[in-house]
């Protein structure tokens, strides 16, 4: 997998959360990941290398979207 990802990058993982959504919002890069959750806002930190285990795919960056 690339490693192409920042912040307000959008991404999908490959378990959806428990409220039922995939898609998250990198709030945070560094040694840790933080990811919020784009349907009910709850926010978890997980280690870089966990987090590149359960990415699925980059969406790209919010405000590219728009």
Excluded: P, S
Excluded at 20 to 41: A, E, F, P, S, Y
Excluded at 56 to 64: M, S, W
């Amino acid at each position: 997998m690339n490693k192409n990802y920042k912040l307000n990058d959008l991404v999908i993982m490959k378990k959806a959360h428990a409220c039922g959504d995939n898609l998250w919002m990198i709030t945070r890069v560094g040694v840790d990941i933080k990811i919020k959750c784009q349907h009910c806002g709850r926010e978890i930190m997980m280690d870089r290398l966990e987090f590149e285990r359960k990415l699925k795919k980059v969406l790209g960056d919010t405000n590219e979207r728009k």
